[in-house]
């Protein structure tokens, strides 16, 4: 029988509320309730047997079961975390790590950050006292060998999110297969939310190459458990669109508009690709439901994608009042990693944005891509956690049938390999091609990323960390372009300017862009313009904070984004602190950007691009691999197109774009990377 979820908790108020005054009693009774309802609660004992008796567990369990929230509990309770032990639960998404920490330590009336913390790149809410159960990005676990090689603190790692796959849980897996083999006694629980288990399985099994299936001292069965949580989900009606659908933001918008004028109660979730489609979709639907007006009150809009801030995760997993309706614009950051409660019908894009990577060409960037067969059920089942649902999707059948691939590729066959081979050499493993991969990544790629690193001065004719640099570069937390630029800008003396460019390209944009008109954001910008390009006018801009005492006002002022801004603060301090771990001396350069953009080639040579001589649209193509590439027109040199430029990155929408751009000399590159453009013929670098 179903379980009715919502119907005895009037209006749910304290039932979801995230502070922690919910823990009156009423609402820690109805949390209490919350969590014996869940699906995996049926089978805590079974898995605490299994963890107890095997080295690996391969648990499966639909989304929303609550393997995340509830396992890392039920191994705390039956004693894992004694003795100074800790419990560790890893996510491939920085956010989800944050939602699922507070809502456990919510759920065990704890403070967040003590007897249960979380960690991610550049915020640590953790103590080393006190914190028992402890959440963070796979990336960061592998950050955590470079200290402790064998993991030691940990009793128990849970390997969470394993259907995706990402390039950093593939390298985790490999090396807690690894750590294992030393480490007996350590337990790993691997849990997905599809069934792939039997070629995890596979990969964890070393019974068959030992004698026995036990492990001598330790009594413990070497070959994975595998449990499969029965979940619950209401079943999902699923719609398509009968024509393919040339914008998928407008028929979102539309298909929202129509779910609302004409559907039961119940909150709607949308599936969008990234940050600039899901705020573009968020201002449209704003002026739809004006127009709307008097027919429809109460739609609550609200975008979910990393990078929010806490006060607007919140709102997202706060419960919807009575008579509103909720409307969540979200990445697929809510395919399988979170859960909000009360949604009843789910509109599906069909894309996602994926990294790509090609190794001809040497151009990795960001795509937005049509989603797998896979992606897609599960994105349906999302309308089917409180009762029967209906699902969107705007695309066709004969599409979703004929065109869309049935799983997708692991991410490390589809990005570059540069970090990750240099956090393996970080760790001592030198033949990466020879590494237990559970997908092995292609030889092209890896060729490539050995190739760049060689350039960087990372790794040596043996392909051996150099020391210092390579070490160097390997212990501060960023891709190792930026970590080069950090360094060279040690011998340049503009250090303190480069660790501020640093920190605001590793946040996604320090601009507000969704308020006023392009026109308006446009004129801001050229108040701190720098004729050399954005990476300049970054300091422009965060020199103006400072002055301005990290001012709200001046920054709405100037459609600066607050947040963004305390958040930059905030990671240029730790890079400060990791920069003088690592003996880099603290110095400005007084504004000579001509040494600035030294030190940025110094890291990012590989990504040079010249103005096409007949091209009058604005077209540049890569010194390397000639990819055809164009300004983009968030970019301060948009519509300027100096002749010698450097990329950050690339987004591919119709064309390749190149986000935050600075001018160069290019004879700069060869001083930066010989090796690099030797083969070069000399007189492709005159001006
Ligand atoms: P799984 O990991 O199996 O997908 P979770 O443990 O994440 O499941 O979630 C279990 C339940 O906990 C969800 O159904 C949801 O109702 C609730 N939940 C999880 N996180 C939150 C949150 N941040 N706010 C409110 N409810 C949450
Ligand atoms: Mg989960």
Redesign the pocket.
Known sequence: EKPQLLDDEEGGVLF?S?SLSSSSSYGYASLEK?RQR?P?YKYRNSILYLVETHSTSIIV??????????IPRYLKEAGWAEGGRVIACTQPRRLAVQ??A??VA?EMGVKLGDEVGYTIRFEDLTNSELTRVKFLTDGVLLREMMTDPLLSKYSVIMV?EAHERSISTDILLGLLKKIQRRRPELRLII?S?TIEAKSMAAFFDTSKKRRGSEDKQHGLKTEPAILS?EGRGYNVQVFYAEEPVPDYLRAAVSTVMSIHNQEPPGDILVFLTGQDDIDAAVELLTEEAQNNGKSSPGLTILPLYSGLSRADQDLV?SPTPRGKRKVVLSTNIAE????L?GVVYVVDSGFSKQRFYNPITDVENLIVAPISKASARQRAGRAG?VRPGKCYRLYTEEYYLKEMSTEGIPEIQRTSLVSSVIQLKALGIDNILGFDWPASPSPEAMIRALEVLYSLGVVDDDAKLTSPAGFQIAEIPLDPMISKMILASNELGCSEEILTIAAVLSIQSIWVSSRGSQKELDEAKMRFAAAEGDHVTFLNVYKGFLKCNKSPTWCHKNFVNYQAMKKVIEIREQLRRTAQRIGIILKSCDGDTQVVRKAVTAGYFANACRLEAFSHSGMYKTLRGSQEVYIHPSSILFRVNPKWILFHSLVSTDRQYMRNVITIDPAWLIEAAPHFYRHRQPDSFHQ
């Not at 369990?61 to 509830?70: A, D, I, M, V």
């Not at 399988?336 to 859960?339: A, M």
């Open positions: 979801f995230s919350q869940l995996v369990g639909e989304t929303g079961s609550g393997k995340t929230t509830q939602a699922v507070s809502r919510e969470d849990a939310a949580v997993f399988t990693s979170l859960t409660e956690r």
